[in-house]
């Protein structure tokens, strides 16, 4: 795959690509679809599917303020979108179980809402300790980017990043205990 060809594709309007644009385009998709995938067993209970949660983040991405300037980016900032969806998805059950008490929603399914939820505090928390720290852990844990292609987005050693994301979860797995 011809990444600068990617990156131009990202940043057009589906009915100006080439054919071999929307080749990598369709590549891009596979793999967002291979993130999600890891998602669902990473955060149970969400109620979306590996392909609503694609489909979810592939529209956001598409939106028109949305520029990216090569695909690690366009990747970070799938990650934050399917962090986002998530969250929203999450509260969403939780909402559920106060507002329609006779609703037929199992407890694991609230459970798992509430680990999220409980997630996305501890990262705001972590946000405000060290903002780096949270934007790497989201990429790495919501996004599964490489630590080369962090490195990228974030124009930081990959050392750093590895350094950084060690800490994190650290940080994060103490706060959540």
Request: charged share 30%.
């Amino acid at each position: 795959m011809d990444y600068q060809q990617l990156t131009q594709a990202l940043n057009q309007k589906a009915t100006d690509l080439t054919d071999g644009q929307q080749q990598d385009m369709a590549f891009a998709y596979e793999h967002l679809k291979k993130i999600a995938r890891s998602q669902r067993f990473k955060v149970r209970g969400t109620g979306l599917n590996t392909t609503a949660l694609v489909n979810e983040a592939w529209l956001k991405s598409q939106g028109k303020a949305n520029s990216f300037s090569d695909r690690n980016h366009f990747f970070a900032y799938c990650s934050l979108a399917m962090r986002h969806i998530l969250l929203n998805e999450a509260k969403k059950n939780r909402l559920i179980t106060y507002v329609d008490h006779d609703a037929q929603v199992e407890q694991p399914l609230l459970k798992e809402s509430d680990t999220l939820m409980d997630l996305e505090r501890q990262l705001e928390r972590l946000k405000q300790f060290d903002a780096r720290l949270e934007q790497i852990f989201t990429y790495k844990f919501f996004g599964d980017m490489d630590f080369d292609a962090i490195a990228d987005v974030m124009n930081v050693s990959e050392r750093t990043v590895f350094r950084d994301w060690k800490k994190a979860k650290a940080m994060l797995a103490a706060a959540m205990q």
